[in-house]
């Protein structure tokens, strides 16, 4: 038996370029040290995995197969190449320090002498890649990749604060007492099933004037469904809503904030335009009040901060002789972060808790009851969604 291999430097390690023996006639081994009847890959492998990622992206039906299992033959893929290239490398030296030869090195012309470690990393960086850009537009609350969604209000004066997973009987009323003593108008993304079983509290939000959006009928991670059953989970909200207010909603968040390709697109079939958010405290979380208060911080943070630009802008326009027409034309193409210091927050907070009604969310109510007069004295007002994108109209 015979059995040589040539290596060729790599910032990842020692490619072997070639490999031949008696059982392994010809075969391509990347990225180190392997012998007979260990894995071996093949380019071909990452160039199968990269094409799902990418019929994955085009999102044809049923999709989800190839996503989901992308995701996971990626992932493993990925880290086994790691895992040998760090492992092979790791042999290799261990192998030159004790002064010995890792395999039967053996120069010659070979039919696989020509290997291209490209072969092995362009598929995988592209693999990579699509898995980010994947997970940044499934789960980033402000990304727009798949589908607009609405994230922030036209004025930093507008604060819209927004509650998920309700109506629950525990809290809600409460909840619509403490708004009411600030005059702050808010909007809850309702669970259709839970709608259903609190009408009554459904349609008193609504009385109140209070923002009714749609936040599917069982609160699942829509990522994983098809087209057929997201919008089966919109539809059936939808008329939970129409038949406890009168109306159906015309916004919808979808659950834990995940995105697919078609969730927008669905839910602009039924008329719901899609909201995210800017403030996540995290009021699920078993912590105290004050941990909460501290978390939602940055609102004050953000108007004092947009307050404190609106008072400079003038001077500044003053000094660059710009007119008012230049400055709105300026703000509306201009950079992200100028936008962004220019508009206000929408804040998601929880009056429910998506696997049963009553659940605890007193720290919210507190760390409101804390805010609120702050929020008011700073001079934010206090939205609904409807208002927020009204006022962009106008
Ligand atoms: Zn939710």
Known sequence: MKSYATFRRHPLGEVVARMNDDRHPAQVVPFGRFGAGQWTG???????????????????PEWRWFFGGTVIVGSLFGYSLWRRSIHGAR??????????????????????????????????????????????????????????????????????ITFDDGPNPAITPKLLDLLERYHAKATFFLIGRFARECADLAREIAARGHGIGNHTDTHPNLFWLAPSQITAE?????????????????????????RSPQVIPLASA????????????????????????????????????????EKQIPRAKIALGMTAEGEAQRSASGSPKRAASASGDILCLHDGWHRQLDADRTR???????????????????????????????
Request: glycine share 8%; proline share 8%.
């Open 42 to 60: 093949h380019p071909i492998g990452l160039f199968i995995v990269a094409g799902f990622v990418l019929i994955g992206l085009i999102g044809i």
């Open 270 to 309: 039924l008329g719901c335009g899609t909201v995210m958010w800017t403030l996540l405290p995290g009021d699920w979380k078993e912590k105290p009040a004050e941990w909460l208060i501290r978390r939602m911080q940055p609102i004050a943070t953000h108007a004092q901060r947009s307050f404190n630009n």
């Open 91 to 160: 042999r290799m030296r261990r192998a030159a320090r004790l002064g010995r030869r890792p395999l039967q090195l053996r120069c010659g012309a070979c039919e696989n002498e020509r290997v291209n470690p490209w072969l092995i990393e362009a598929p995988a960086a592209a693999m990579i890649a699509a898995a980010g850009m994947t997970a940044y537009g499934a789960v980033y609350p402000r990304a727009q990749l798949f589908g607009p969604t609405i994230c922030r209000t036209h004025s930093p004066r507008q604060l819209a």
């Open 234 to 258: 919109l539809r059936l909200c939808q008329e939970a809503i129409s038949k406890a207010t009168g109306a159906p909603p015309k916004w919808f968040r979808p659950p834990w904030g995940y």
């Open 364 to 394: 919210t109510l507190a760390a409101l009851e804390h805010w609120l007069p702050r929020w008011r004295d700073l001079g934010l007002e206090f939205v609904t969604i409807d208002e927020a994108v009204r006022y962009s109209a106008a």
